[in-house]
């Protein structure tokens, strides 16, 4: 109940084209839903992150769509670049309890 | 730059060394947390420490031995490592160490235990 379950794996888009990557949980306590960006070499960053009172946040190209009865919420990348080719991760918390990590998604960007 | 600054980036060990990995944090955060990543895994937490104190440890084997002297230095010491441990370690801070703060990441040491 406390996992977070992510996909797809790796996805690769054409430049210009909507990368969308999905994650789904089963604990209906959780209040805090995060996206999180990995460049290779790096670590994580916080990309975007949306709280269950609300169904969608947009911040620039990225937006996080938020669906509270089927317990799934997406990652929506518009115009993706080359740039934006990077592990992608979503998570979620309930409380102050520490954050739950999905398994991650490689995305490329292809010119 | 995030702020967080670990070391080394990159550590081959053997199983019978010892070796520590540093953390370094300039925010002024008051949490401090290790990180295992391995491929095609979640994100793992390992242990946490508030104000200096250890609050959380994942079931992580003794062979892990963290150490916090103070808010803006964190230590993973590490002793009789076996193969399956090689993975990213990554360190983090954040504010207060809720949840629903967002963490700020280093960017990790790669290690290999051969």
């Known amino acids: 109940q406390q996992q977070v379950k992510q996909s797809p794996q790796s996805l690769i888009v054409q430049k210009g084209g909507i990368s969308i990557i999905n994650c789904a949980y089963e604990?209906?306590?959780?209040?805090?839903f995060p996206w999180y960006q990995q460049f290779p070499g790096k670590g994580p960053a916080l990309l975007i992150a949306?709280?269950?009172?609300?169904s969608e946040k947009k911040e620039g190209r990225f937006t996080i769509s938020f669906n509270k009865s089927a317990k799934q919420f997406s990652l929506h990348i518009m115009d993706s670049q080359p740039g934006d080719s990077a592990t992608y991760f979503c998570?979620?918390?309930?409380?102050?309890?520490?954050?739950?990590f999905g398994t991650g998604t490689r995305l490329q960007v292809f010119p | 730059e995030t702020g967080v600054t670990q070391t080394p980036r990159h550590l081959v060990m053997g199983m019978t060394n010892k070796k520590s990995l540093k953390c370094e944090q300039h925010?002024?955060?008051?949490?401090m947390y290790w990180y295992k990543q391995s491929a095609k895994k979640p994100l793992e937490l390992m242990f946490v420490?508030?104000?200096?104190?250890?609050?959380e440890n994942n079931s992580v084997p003794s062979r892990f031995s963290p150490e916090c002297p103070n808010s803006s230095h964190l230590f993973l010491h590490l002793h009789t490592l076996q193969p399956e441990d090689s993975a990213l370690y990554l360190c983090?801070?954040?504010?207060?160490?809720?949840?629903?703060?967002?963490?700020?990441f280093g960017s990790g040491t790669q290690l290999s235990v051969l």
């Open positions: 949306i709280r269950p009172d609300v």
């Open positions: 998570a979620a918390s309930k409380g102050t309890d520490k954050l739950i």
């Open positions: 925010l002024g955060h008051n949490a």
């Open positions: 983090a801070s954040s504010q207060g160490g809720a949840g629903n703060e967002k963490l700020f």
């Open positions: 604990n209906t306590a959780f209040d805090y």
């Open positions: 420490y508030n104000f200096k104190e250890q609050t």
